[in-house]
């Protein structure tokens, strides 16, 4: 049985990886991409989604999201994934557009039509968080919330907790999102920085096939800062692989909260050992990642192909 999936998305380089490749899931049918505001403002995002849906010919309705926070101006991150979001990567245009309806209203729709829907978000929380404050009866529709967020306090090794992006770009979204009432999953940052693509690796798939190249020249300049560069980090593809194959995590029951550090939000996860609607992924199968990811690369084959 498939699961069905709503993709929330700022792309940006690694939430490209993590689309193309769960394209090719066999396991989970995508029935709506909303973009975001976040990597890059939301006409680039929305392009974006609307290119690699082109590009693979995949007829999934993408829907544009909100132009920035619910509450606080959007700072994009140009130097992380340049200034078109896929490094060196560049297209023309796109032929198709985006669905009439904004993003949390086509996420509405999807979940009217199909309760036990899963949303995946892989950029800030915004869309999602507007959806909750304008139909919260929805948190009772969807299966789970998954979102790639945040830190695993003890594994960056910060002096304080780290304001990973996607929250501390809009942690008041974050904070709706958790006391919704809705199942929550959350995906740290650490394991993108630990199953990254080194330089070697990247030199073999760019012989792979085109969508290998593809990869290979967003990886070009792609600048996260927090692996050497030259390396790619693989933070969106960690989220995607949960939903592809969720027995390659360890996770643990938590109580989430935002915390501000000089006026920065911040997820801190607070493990517990009793039962609640949230949880934390807290290991990782890297093995696992890494041949779920050659193995989905090897099949995503572009129309021409
Ligand atoms: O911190 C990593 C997250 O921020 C990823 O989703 C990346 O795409 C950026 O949005
Ligand atoms: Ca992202």
Redesign the pocket.
């Known amino acids: 049985m498939r699961k069905n999936l709503i993709i929330d998305t ?1 792309p ?1 380089i ?2 490209a990886v993590a689309l193309i490749t769960s394209f090719f899931a066999p396991n989970i049918d995508i029935k709506l991409i909303c973009s975001t505001a ?2 890059l403002g939301i006409d680039v995002t929305t392009r974006n989604a609307l290119h690699l849906c082109e590009l693979y010919e995949k007829n999934i309705p993408v829907a544009k999201g909100l132009p920035g926070p619910l509450n606080r101006p959007l700072e994009e ?1 140009f130097g992380v994934h340049g200034a078109m979001g896929f490094g060196d990567y560049v297209y023309d245009g796109v032929k198709t557009k985006e669905i009439d309806l904004p993003a949390y209203e086509a996420m509405h729709k999807v979940l009217e039509i199909y309760p036990d829907t899963t949303i995946l978000v ?2 800030p929380l915004t869309n999602v968080a507007k959806l909750l404050l304008e139909y919260p009866e929805d948190s009772k529709k969807i299966k789970e919330i998954i979102f ?1 967020g945040g830190t695993k306090d003890d594994v960056l090794h910060q002096d304080k907790p780290y304001p ?3 929250i501390s770009r809009d942690p008041e979204a974050c904070e709706i999102v958790l006391n919704s009432g809705a199942d929550v999953l959350i995906i740290p ?1 650490d394991f ?1 920085h630990y199953a990254y693509i080194d330089e070697e690796e990247i030199k073999r798939i760019r012989h792979i096939n085109a969508t290998g190249k593809l990869f290979a020249i967003m990886y070009q300049n792609y600048k996260d800062g927090h692996v050497t560069d030259g390396n790619a980090a693989t ?2 593809s960690c989220a995607t692989a949960y939903i592809i194959e969720p027995t390659l995590f360890k996770l643990e029951y938590c109580k989430p909260c935002i915390k501000y550090y000089d006026g920065k939000g911040v997820l801190v996860s607070n493990i517990t050992k009793r039962k609640t609607r949230w949880r934390l992924a807290v290991d990782m199968d890297y093995d696992g990642f890494k041949n779920l990811y050659y193995g989905l690369m090897n099949v995503a084959k572009t129309p021409n192909e």
């Open positions: 700022d940006g690694d939430d976040g990597n991150a892989l950029g790639m990973e992006f996607n940052m993108g933070h969106d």
